[in-house]
C-alpha cells in the first residue's frame, strides 16, 4: 500500500506537503498491523538446526539462530539503521531505502554507494555523515556497513589525507569501538569485520601528512599523535591513557624510539602512533578466539629504516598469577603472534616489550596467559618430590657402585645393570637441568640460557625414555635371537647409540627447525613451545611411542618365557629376562601416566589438580626407579647383604686382633 501511494505521489506530481503527509497517513496504518514476532524462531527447536528471523520494525536485516540444548540461540544478526540514503544530514526522503532483506554480502555494494556520495558531498573533511553515524544505534548491522564504509575510504583515499579527514575517520571508527557495542561484534556474520577495521585505520593513517607541527586526534575509544621525527632527535615517545570503559580507571601505554634507533632515519619523517583501549576485546569477540589482550592496542607507522621500538603497557587486569606474552598483530594470518616482540621486563603493573615493526605488524599489545603459573601448593610439590628424586637417585647409583662385581656376573646381566644406571645419570642431570630452567623462566626471561637448559632439558629426559627403549630391546633380543652370538662390546655400544644417539638427535632437529623463528621456547617458561610451533611434540611422540613398543615388548616376554622348562640350559637366562620384564612393566606404564598428564597440563593447562599430578608424579621418578629398580631387585638385595655380612666380619676380625694385641701388650715379657 505504501508503494502505491508513493507511486501516486511522483506521478500525479503532488506538492511536497500534500505527499509527506500522505505517507505519514500510509506508515500510520502500516503501524496498526500485526507485526511478526522478533527473535523467536517458529516450530519445534530440533538439536542443530538452524533458522532465520526478521529484525524488529525499523530495521532491515535478520536474525539467525541455532538450536543447542533444547534452546535456540541468536549466532548471527545483519540488522541496520543505515544505508546510502538516511546515512548523510540531508535528502533523507528523496528515495526509498534498501529491501528488508538486503545479504550480508551487500554491504560491499551499499557501502560503496556511500564513499561515492561521500567524495561528492563532502569530500574535503568527511563530515557529512558523521552526525548519523553517530545517532545510529550500535546494533550489528551499522557496526558492519560502517566497517566497509571505513575500508573504502581508506582504499578511495590514496593521497591528501589531513587531520580534518583523520578527524572525522577517527570519530566514524569511535563510534563502532565503544565499549558498550563489544558484544554485537559477535553477531557479525563476517568473522574478520574487526581485522578489516584495524587494517583500515593503519592505512588510512599511513596515509596521513604531518606539516611541522604534533598531531593530537583524541577521542574516547581511538587516540592518535603523528610528528615529524628525524636522526637529529634525543628520542621520541607517544603517551597515551585511556579508559576502557565508563568506570573503569584510565590505562596507560608508551612508545619509545630510541636515539640510536633514530640515527638510521636518512631524511626528515613522520612517525604515527594509535591507541585502542577496546579493540582487543573487540578482536577476541569477533574472532571468537580464546586469547585475553590485557593492555591498549598500541599501532605505529614509522620509517621502514627503524626496526626496534620499546612499548610500556599498563596492565588492565593486574593479577600476579598469571604472566604476560608480547605479541604483535600478523595483518596477513589476522591472529597475535608472539614472533613480533619479545618481554623485557614485567611486574604486576605493566610489561616492557621490544618490538620489531614491519609490513606484517603494525599493531602490538599483550597477551595474559591463560595459565595459572604460580601456585605455593604446586611449588612445594614440586621441588620437595625434586629433592626427593635427586637423593634417590644418587642412593641408586651408589648402591649400583657397592654391588657391581656382584650382580654382573653373567652377560645379560651386566647389560641390564649398564641400562639402570644411564636410566638414573640421565634423570639425574634432567632433574638438575629442570631446577636451573625454573630459575632462569621469568618475567625477565633470560633467552639465550634458557634455550640452553630446554635443549638439556628436553634432552636428558628423552635419554631416559631411550635407555627405557634399550632394556626392552635388549630383552627382546635376549628371548628371540641366541644371546651370545653377538660380542658383548657391540651389545653395549649398541645400547649408547640407542639411549644417546637418538635422542641427541630429535634435540638437535628440534631446536634446529624451530629457534630460527623464535618458536622454540614457551614464552612463559624455559620449555619446548606448544602453541606457535608445536615444539613439545618432538619430547610428547617419541616418549609415548615408547611406551607403546615397551609394553608390547612385556607381553611377548610372557608369551615367550612360558615355554622354558624349569630344568632347561636357558632357564637361568629366562629368570634374568623375566626380571628386566617385571622392572620395565612397572617403570614403562609409570613414566607414560607422568607424560600423559604433562599433555593434559598443555591442553587444559588452568586445572591445577592435572598440574599437580603431573609434578607429583615427574617428581617422584627418581624415587620409582630406586625402589622398582634397585632395592626391589633379589639379586642385588642379596648382593648387598653379602657386603653387609662381610663388613660386620671384617670388623670382627679387626676387633679380635686389637683385643689380643692389648692383652699380648698388657701381659708383657715373662
Same mark, same amino acid.
Given at each position: 500500500?505504501?508503494?502505491?501511494?508513493?507511486?501516486?505521489?511522483?506521478?500525479?506530481?503532488?506538492?511536497?506537503?500534500?505527499?509527506?503527509?500522505?505517507?505519514?497517513?500510509?506508515?500510520?496504518?502500516?503501524?496498526?498491523?500485526?507485526?511478526?514476532?522478533?527473535?523467536?524462531?517458529?516450530?519445534?527447536?530440533?538439536?542443530?538446526?538452524?533458522?532465520?528471523?526478521?529484525?524488529?520494525?525499523?530495521?532491515?536485516?535478520? %536474525?539467525?539462530?541455532?538450536?543447542?540444548?533444547?534452546?535456540?540461540?541468536?549466532?548471527?544478526?545483519?540488522?541496520?539503521?543505515?544505508?546510502?540514503?538516511?546515512?548523510?544530514?540531508?535528502?533523507?526522503?528523496?528515495?526509498?531505502?534498501?529491501?528488508?532483506?538486503?545479504?550480508?554480502?551487500?554491504?560491499?555494494? %551499499?557501502?560503496?554507494?556511500?564513499?561515492? %556520495?561521500?567524495?561528492?558531498?563532502?569530500?574535503?573533511?568527511?563530515?557529512?555523515?558523521?552526525?548519523?553515524?553517530?545517532?545510529?544505534?550500535?546494533?550489528?548491522?551499522?557496526?558492519?556497513?560502517?566497517?566497509?564504509?571505513?575500508?573504502?575510504?581508506?582504499?578511495?583515499?590514496?593521497?591528501?589525507?589531513?587531520?580534518?579527514?583523520?578527524?572525522?575517520?577517527?570519530?566514524?571508527?569511535?563510534?563502532?569501538?565503544?565499549?558498550?557495542?563489544?558484544?554485537?561484534?559477535?553477531?557479525?556474520?563476517?568473522?574478520?569485520?574487526?581485522?578489516?577495521?584495524?587494517?583500515?585505520?593503519?592505512?588510512?593513517?599511513?596515509?596521513?601528512?604531518?606539516?611541522?607541527?604534533?598531531?593530537?586526534?583524541?577521542?574516547?575509544?581511538?587516540?592518535?599523535?603523528?610528528?615529524?621525527?628525524?636522526?637529529?632527535?634525543?628520542?621520541?615517545?607517544?603517551?597515551?591513557?585511556?579508559?576502557?570503559?565508563?568506570?573503569?580507571?584510565?590505562?596507560?601505554?608508551?612508545?619509545?624510539?630510541?636515539?640510536?634507533?633514530?640515527?638510521?632515519?636518512?631524511a626528515p619523517s613522520q612517525a604515527i602512533s594509535i591507541a585502542f583501549p577496546t579493540l582487543g576485546a573487540i578482536l577476541e569477540a569477533s574472532l571468537l578466539e580464546n586469547v585475553t589482550v590485557n593492555g591498549l592496542v598500541l599501532s605505529v607507522i614509522l620509517p621502514k629504516e627503524l626496526k626496534r621500538i620499546s612499548l610500556i603497557f599498563e596492565k588492565i587486569s593486574k593479577s600476579e598469577e598469571r604472566r604476560t606474552q608480547c605479541v604483535g598483530w600478523h595483518s596477513l594470518e589476522s591472529r597475535w603472534d608472539q614472533q613480533a616482540c619479545q618481554i623485557i621486563q614485567e611486574n604486576s603493573q605493566q610489561a616492557v616489550c621490544k618490538c620489531r615493526p614491519s609490513k606484517l605488524f603494525t599493531s602490538f599489545s599483550i597477551l595474559m596467559s591463560p595459565h595459572i603459573l604460580e601456585s605455593p601448593i604446586l611449588i612445594y610439590i614440586?621441588?620437595?618430590?625434586?629433592?626427593?628424586?635427586?637423593?634417590?637417585?644418587?642412593?641408586?647409583?651408589?648402591?649400583?657402585?657397592?654391588?657391581?662385581?656382584?650382580?654382573?656376573?653373567?652377560?645379560?646381566?651386566?647389560?641390564?645393570?649398564?641400562?639402570?644406571?644411564?636410566?638414573?645419570?640421565?634423570?639425574?642431570?634432567?632433574?638438575?637441568?629442570?631446577?636451573?630452567?625454573?630459575?632462569?623462566?621469568?618475567?625477565?626471561?633470560?633467552?639465550?640460557?634458557?634455550?640452553?637448559?630446554?635443549?638439556?632439558?628436553?634432552?636428558?629426559?628423552?635419554?631416559?625414555?631411550?635407555?627405557?627403549?634399550?632394556?626392552?630391546?635388549?630383552?627382546?633380543? *635376549?628371548?628371540?635371537?641366541?644371546?651370545?652370538?653377538?660380542?658383548?662390546?657391540?651389545?653395549?655400544?649398541?645400547?649408547?647409540?640407542?639411549?644417546?644417539?637418538?635422542?641427541?638427535?630429535?634435540?638437535?632437529?628440534?631446536?634446529?627447525?624451530?629457534?630460527?623463528?623464535? *618458536?622454540?621456547?614457551?614464552?612463559?617458561?624455559?620449555?619446548?613451545?606448544?602453541?606457535?610451533?608445536?615444539?613439545?611434540?618432538?619430547?610428547?611422540?617419541?616418549?609415548?611411542?615408547?611406551?607403546?613398543?615397551?609394553?608390547?615388548?612385556?607381553?611377548?616376554?610372557?608369551?615367550?618365557?612360558?615355554?622354558?622348562?624349569? *630344568?632347561?640350559?636357558?632357564?637361568?637366562?629366562?629368570?634374568?629376562?623375566?626380571?628386566?620384564?617385571?622392572?620395565?612393566?612397572?617403570?614403562?606404564? %609409570?613414566?607414560?601416566?607422568?607424560?600423559?598428564?604433562?599433555?593434559?597440563?598443555?591442553?587444559?593447562?588452568?586445572?591445577?589438580?592435572?598440574?599437580?599430578?603431573?609434578?607429583?608424579?615427574?617428581?617422584?621418578? *627418581?624415587?620409582?626407579?630406586?625402589?622398582?629398580?634397585?632395592?626391589?631387585?633379589?639379586?642385588?638385595?642379596?648382593?648387598?647383604?653379602?657386603?653387609?655380612?662381610?663388613?660386620?666380619?671384617?670388623?670382627?676380625?679387626?676387633?679380635?686382633?686389637?683385643?689380643?694385641?692389648?692383652?699380648?701388650?698388657?701381659?708383657?715379657?715373662?
Amino acid at each position: 500500500m505504501t508503494h502505491m501511494l508513493l507511486l501516486y505521489c511522483f506521478v500525479f506530481l503532488l506538492p511536497t506537503e500534500s505527499c509527506r503527509t500522505l505517507c505519514q497517513v500510509a506508515n500510520k496504518s502500516k503501524e496498526k498491523m500485526p507485526a511478526r514476532p522478533h527473535g523467536v524462531c517458529d516450530g519445534t527447536c530440533v538439536a542443530n538446526s538452524h533458522c532465520s528471523q526478521p529484525c524488529p520494525p525499523d530495521t532491515q536485516g535478520n %536474525m539467525g539462530f541455532f538450536c543447542s540444548q533444547k534452546k535456540w540461540h541468536k549466532i548471527t544478526e545483519t540488522c541496520r539503521t543505515l544505508n546510502a540514503f538516511n546515512i548523510f544530514e540531508t535528502n533523507l526522503y528523496s528515495a526509498q531505502p534498501f529491501e528488508g532483506n538486503t545479504k550480508i554480502s551487500e554491504y560491499a555494494r %551499499m557501502s560503496e554507494t556511500i564513499t561515492d %556520495m561521500l567524495m561528492q558531498k563532502c569530500p574535503k573533511d568527511l563530515s557529512c555523515v558523521l552526525r548519523n553515524i553517530q545517532q545510529s544505534p550500535r546494533i550489528p548491522g551499522n557496526i558492519a556497513v560502517i566497517v566497509q564504509l571505513l575500508h573504502n575510504i581508506s582504499t578511495v583515499l590514496l593521497t591528501g589525507v589531513d587531520e580534518a579527514k583523520m578527524q572525522s575517520y577517527s570519530v566514524m571508527a569511535n563510534h563502532i569501538l565503544n565499549s558498550k557495542s563489544i558484544s554485537n561484534w559477535t553477531f557479525i556474520p563476517d568473522r574478520n569485520s574487526s581485522c578489516v577495521l584495524l587494517h583500515s585505520i593503519n592505512s588510512f593513517a599511513r596515509k596521513l601528512f604531518i606539516n611541522k607541527y604534533l598531531i593530537d586526534i583524541s577521542d574516547v575509544f581511538i587516540h592518535t599523535l603523528g610528528t615529524t621525527i628525524s636522526r637529529d632527535n634525543t628520542g621520541k615517545n607517544f603517551s597515551f591513557a585511556m579508559r576502557i570503559n565508563d568506570t573503569s580507571n584510565a590505562i596507560t601505554g608508551q612508545v619509545l624510539i630510541s636515539r640510536d634507533e633514530l640515527r638510521k632515519v636518512p631524511a626528515p619523517s613522520q612517525a604515527i602512533s594509535i591507541a585502542f583501549p577496546t579493540l582487543g576485546a573487540i578482536l577476541e569477540a569477533s574472532l571468537l578466539e580464546n586469547v585475553t589482550v590485557n593492555g591498549l592496542v598500541l599501532s605505529v607507522i614509522l620509517p621502514k629504516e627503524l626496526k626496534r621500538i620499546s612499548l610500556i603497557f599498563e596492565k588492565i587486569s593486574k593479577s600476579e598469577e598469571r604472566r604476560t606474552q608480547c605479541v604483535g598483530w600478523h595483518s596477513l594470518e589476522s591472529r597475535w603472534d608472539q614472533q613480533a616482540c619479545q618481554i623485557i621486563q614485567e611486574n604486576s603493573q605493566q610489561a616492557v616489550c621490544k618490538c620489531r615493526p614491519s609490513k606484517l605488524f603494525t599493531s602490538f599489545s599483550i597477551l595474559m596467559s591463560p595459565h595459572i603459573l604460580e601456585s605455593p601448593i604446586l611449588i612445594y610439590i614440586t621441588y620437595t618430590g625434586l629433592g626427593i628424586s635427586i637423593c634417590s637417585l644418587i642412593l641408586c647409583l651408589s648402591i649400583e657402585a657397592l654391588v657391581w662385581s656382584q650382580v654382573t656376573k653373567t652377560e645379560i646381566s651386566y647389560l641390564r645393570h649398564v641400562c639402570i644406571i644411564n636410566i638414573a645419570a640421565t634423570l639425574l642431570i634432567a632433574d638438575v637441568w629442570f631446577i636451573v630452567a625454573s630459575f632462569l623462566s621469568g618475567p625477565v626471561t633470560h633467552h639465550d640460557g634458557c634455550v640452553a637448559a630446554t635443549f638439556f632439558v628436553h634432552f636428558f629426559y628423552l635419554s631416559v625414555f631411550f635407555w627405557m627403549l634399550a632394556k626392552a630391546l635388549l630383552i627382546l633380543y *635376549g628371548i628371540l635371537i641366541v644371546f651370545h652370538t653377538v660380542p658383548k662390546s657391540v651389545l653395549v655400544a649398541a645400547l649408547f647409540s640407542v639411549g644417546y644417539g637418538a635422542p641427541l638427535l630429535i634435540a638437535v632437529v628440534t631446536v634446529a627447525a624451530t629457534e630460527p623463528r623464535k *618458536g622454540y621456547l614457551r614464552p612463559e617458561a624455559c620449555w619446548l613451545n606448544w602453541d606457535m610451533t608445536k615444539a613439545l611434540l618432538a619430547f610428547v611422540i617419541p616418549a609415548l611411542a615408547i611406551v607403546v613398543v615397551n609394553l608390547i615388548t612385556v607381553t611377548l616376554v610372557i608369551v615367550k618365557t612360558q615355554r622354558a622348562a624349569v *630344568g632347561s640350559s636357558m632357564f637361568q637366562e629366562v629368570r634374568a629376562v623375566v626380571r628386566i620384564s617385571k622392572n620395565i612393566a612397572i617403570l614403562t606404564p %609409570m613414566l607414560g601416566l607422568t607424560w600423559a598428564f604433562g599433555i593434559a597440563t598443555v591442553i587444559d593447562g588452568s586445572n591445577l589438580a592435572i598440574h599437580i599430578t603431573f609434578s607429583v608424579l615427574n617428581a617422584f621418578q *627418581g624415587f620409582f626407579i630406586l625402589v622398582f629398580g634397585t632395592i626391589l631387585d633379589p639379586k642385588i638385595r642379596e648382593a648387598l647383604k653379602g657386603r653387609v655380612t662381610s663388613a660386620k666380619w671384617i670388623s670382627r676380625i679387626s676387633e679380635n686382633l686389637s683385643t689380643d694385641f692389648s692383652c699380648q701388650s698388657t701381659k708383657g715379657p715373662s
